[in-house]
Nanobody, 120 residues
């Protein structure tokens, strides 16, 4: 099982980017998928969460600007980021809890990060 994050890059203040996190392997479904971010010299913080039922939660700092969504058929989660500011500059990581088709039938882990840089 692997998580592959993509979609990072350079954006200007006020711009938008969309991140994707695709889970691959013998997966039945995801239970919960999260986006975290870590700015230089700072701890890794939770940005947004989506459950398999579609329930979403957001950090206060991104509410109203970021939208997390999921495609259960593709085992992929997206993070649409609008109204970006330099404070959003960080490495973004996806994290998931998955139900797999084979023992031990659960998997939890991280994908590699994707860099998001917002210029002022």
């Amino acid at each position: 099982v692997q998580l592959q994050a993509s979609g990072g890059g350079l954006a200007q203040t006020g711009g938008s980017l969309t991140l994707s996190c695709a889970a691959s392997g013998n997966i039945l479904r995801f239970e919960i998928m999260n986006w975290y971010r870590q700015a230089p010299g700072k701890q890794r913080d939770l940005v947004a969460t989506i459950t398999t039922s579609g329930t979403t939660t957001y950090a206060d700092s991104v509410k109203g600007r970021f939208t997390i969504s999921g495609d259960n058929a593709k085992n992929t989660v997206y993070l649409q980021m609008n109204s970006l500011s330099p404070e959003d500059t960080a490495i973004y990581y996806c994290n998931a809890e998955l139900i797999t088709r084979h023992f031990p039938f659960k998997w939890a882990g991280w994908g590699r990060g994707t860099q998001v840089t917002v210029s002022s």
